[in-house]
């Protein structure tokens, strides 16, 4: 089920959806992550208009105004304690991955303005939970995931593609369609090697072995 979760950061593209969203008539469920209630406008570009919504959160960031206009839309509200261990998004994502998400756009996740938030939820993708599940934190400018083995981005020529290794050791790397090729090489945690890649057309490919491989997508302005 293809899912759509909106977080409380800021959009590098607030006016409209992000190029990396991807077709919106086969999106079945949205989840509003607690002051993503706020992105009213996000919510009307993606025509929420019969499908499922979700408000998930302590609602200490959302406005009071959003929280109702929301509860008007029919949102189902999923009220979290203000003490927690987790954050709005993390219980957001689960509450996408119990209903059957299994294709996750997550916007508004990239632009701060915490650095704390914006790194946890990086390194949320490599959450067990997910295993199976396709997550993408999308804005106008980025698409970040993990490449899970085998994936692929879609892009165009001079697109940026930077491979950042999570585990210690990502092992067997192979890449298509990019300036600089890995052929059954490894990438090493802590190393910068995997920056600034460039796509040489309209696709690229990433394969690799064991470990964790986060692929960043950077589509200039």
């Known amino acids: 089920m293809r899912t759509v979760v909106i977080a409380g950061s800021d959009l590098s593209e607030p006016k409209g959806l992000p190029p990396f969203m991807g077709p919106l008539e086969d999106v079945e469920l949205v989840v509003v992550a607690d002051g993503g209630g706020d992105r009213l406008e996000l919510l009307d570009l993606l025509r929420v208009g019969p499908v499922p919504l979700i408000l998930v959160g302590d609602m200490d960031s959302i406005s009071p105004e959003a929280r109702a206009t929301l509860e008007q839309r029919g949102a189902d509200v999923r009220l979290l304690a203000t003490t927690k261990n987790e954050t709005d998004l993390e219980f957001a994502l689960k509450v996408a991955v119990e209903q059957g998400a299994d294709d996750i756009v997550v916007l508004a ?113």
């Open 109 to 221: 996740a990239l632009g701060g303005p915490r650095l704390d938030h914006l790194l946890g939820t990086v390194v949320l993708l490599s959450a067990p939970w997910l295993v199976g599940c396709r997550v993408r934190l999308v804005d106008g400018l980025h698409e970040v995931f993990l490449a899970r083995g085998d994936a692929v981005a879609q892009g165009a020529p001079g697109d940026l593609l930077s491979l950042i290794p999570l585990t210690p050791l990502v092992e067997d790397i192979t890449t298509e369609g990019l300036r600089y090729v890995l052929r059954e090489e490894d990438l090493q945690q802590g190393s910068t090697r995997g920056i600034s890649n460039e796509f040489t057309g309209t696709r690229a490919r990433i394969r690799h072995g064991p470990g964790e491989l986060l692929v960043v997508h950077h589509r200039p302005r």
